[in-house]
């Protein structure tokens, strides 16, 4: 089923990447995070002889890939791009009524 659409559709990015400093810097603590767990718990898959348990944590580091690979690529892109407009300067602040 094809749907018509009137205006043009903004493509989404896969990745929610944050565009603060500190948002970025917590979505890479938690990818990093999340990298440590999986190798870990391949680690003790490994040496408990779980295979269905390092199947999982291989696809969790695989997940935990893509998905670095995916923010990053967005990030990139995002730093690419240049919006054209006005420049407006901000408005000076003045202080209240009887700020003497």
Known sequence: MVVATM???KDRPLVKVPKGKIGR????????AAALAAVRAVKDARSKGDRLAM??????????AVTAAVAL??????????VDGEVVEPK?????PGAN
């Open 25 to 32: 810097m917590v979505f890479a603590g938690g990818q990093v």
């Open 92 to 96: 000076m602040l003045t202080a209240g």
């Open 55 to 64: 199947l999982h944590g291989a696809l969790t580091v695989a997940v935990v």
């Open 73 to 82: 690529r967005t990030v990139h892109e995002s730093s690419a791009e240049v």
């Open 7 to 9: 205006g043009k559709k």
